[in-house]
């Protein structure tokens, strides 16, 4: 909650997706490897991405909920 506390995004939708896309890079930054020079299986990889994007928006959603709203 720290990332999205230190920005000016005020509304609901722009907290969540701002937390959304640092999943998504965090996502493709670890997996992309693995599954390049480790040779894991696209599924495997697909799937592990899919569960780490959707826990990065879980937490998106309750990290707008919990910060305090700011004016713009």
Known sequence: ???PAQTRIASF???????LIAGILAAIATNVSYWNWYGFPSV?????MLIQIVGFFL???VAALVLPK???
């Not at 939708?13 to 937390?19: E, I, N, P, W």
């Not at 495997?44 to 592990?48: C, G, I, K, L, N």
């Open 44 to 48: 495997y990889t697909a799937s592990y």
């Open 59 to 61: 937490v998106g959603v």
């Open 1 to 3: 909650m720290f990332l």
């Open 70 to 72: 700011r004016a713009p």
């Open 13 to 19: 939708a722009g907290r969540v997706s701002f937390v």
